[in-house]
């Protein structure tokens, strides 16, 4: 199925969409068992292993499939009646696969990829994979169009746990069956990435960007900078960027998505903290209502992090009013600051 039918199919549907989450090791590909790229992660397995079965979570297979496999392998049923099936069945077919992961040096759990209209098994199913001497297991599959990994530059929605957010995170289990408002927010995320992805491809007549300054004063502003560029490239293509950070507009680059034209400010973190500060003019071009609805922060924690680790990125966008929030629902503080001028006669 072309992306553009696949895109308004998912937003067309009006029938709830069984959702559930596979919790498994972090990855750059999951394309096999390579050198460089083990899997990080901390399910008893790993301990002694450096690949988990999820290494072939997005290789595609002979027949066009993709299968995944999920700790603890087979020892462990998939509860599908939870996804809204009989007790006695066997699968549930048409369902959303998430699978999230703990990114290695923030220890934030995201969504690295998803298989759309996937069949997931109550009882894990034998594949033809071997991995240390085993047969693998999995315990979901579908057709490998319809499977996307999310390159580590774009992993950006974090899944919370349910000891920071009771009764709608997942727990200690590598599966869970998900809460109503988080489904919401990854069916969301899950579209605008589809649609993003859907106008990416179609052809432009833009010029190349232009001002990228390589000269940033600090190198975890650089590596921020270069971060959302990446980013944005990812999403839009190249020529849909511009840098205007030498023009103190209160923003550093502008993004062309779709119809709208972004202005994204980047902060860069060197740690895994939250905290960073807009200059007069920033908060002031943020707060113009002129502005609020296309102003994105753009904020990279551990910036200059080194593999496997990676820089994470969290993308709060103009909700309604003063509220800034991120596609997973996190939400900025924004505590306005006075300054001073002091001097002596």
């Known amino acids: 199925m072309a992306t553009e039918e696949r895109v308004r199919k ?29 899997t990080q992660g901390g399910h008893g397995y790993l301990k002694g292993h450096r690949h988990g079965g999820e290494s072939f979570n997005f290789s595609k297979c002979k ?6 496999h999920r700790p603890p392998g087979s020892s ?15 699968e549930i077919s048409g369902a959303l696969v998430v699978w999230i992961a703990k990114e290695p040096a923030s220890g934030r759990s995201l969504i690295v990829g998803w298989y759309r209209n996937a069949t ?7 594949s033809d994979i ?64 589809d649609s993003r992805r859907h106008s990416s491809l179609k052809p432009t007549k833009k010029s190349p960007p232009k001002n990228f300054d ?31 950070e030498s023009y103190a507009k209160g923003w550093d680059l502008e993004v062309v998505a779709g119809k709208q034209r972004l202005l994204v400010e980047v902060k860069g973190l ?3 903290e939250l905290v960073c500060e807009l200059t007069p003019n920033e908060y002031k071009k943020m707060m113009l209502p002129v502005h609020r609805a296309s102003y994105i922060v753009y904020v990279v924690n551990n910036a200059l992090a080194e593999p496997p680790a990676v820089p994470v990125a ?17 939400e900025l503080i924004i505590t306005p600051k006075t300054a001073a001028v002091l001097s002596c006669s």
Request: aromatic letters at 12%; hydrophobic letters at 40%.
């Open 10 to 38: 998912v937003k067309m549907s009006t029938t709830p969409t069984p959702i559930i989450y596979f919790n498994i090791g972090w990855m750059k590909r999951y394309a096999g068992v390579v050198d460089d790229d083990e």
């Open 63 to 68: 027949d066009g499939k993709v299968r995944g």
């Open 76 to 90: 462990e049923k998939t509860n599908i009646t939870k996804m809204g099936v009989d007790k006695k069945a066997a």
């Open 120 to 126: 997931v098994y109550r009882e894990a199913r034998s």
């Open 130 to 193: 071997i991995l240390n001497g085993h047969k693998l297991f999995y315990s979901a599959e579908a057709a490998a169009s319809d499977a996307v990994l999310l390159p580590p530059l774009i992993r950006t929605f974090q899944v919370a746990s349910s000891r920071t957010n009771p009764g709608a995170g997942f727990g200690q289990k590598p599966t869970w069956y998900g809460a109503e408002q988080v489904d919401k927010r990854v069916w969301d995320y899950i579209r605008a990435y």
């Open 214 to 244: 390589p000269e940033l004063r600090r190198k975890v502003e650089k590596a921020a900078v270069a971060h959302a560029i990446a980013y944005f490239t990812e999403l839009y293509g190249r020529n849909a960027l511009e840098s205007v």
């Open 270 to 272: 060197a740690n895994s």
């Open 314 to 330: 969290s993308i709060f966008k103009h909700a309604s009013g003063k509220r800034w929030v991120t596609d997973d629902g996190r």
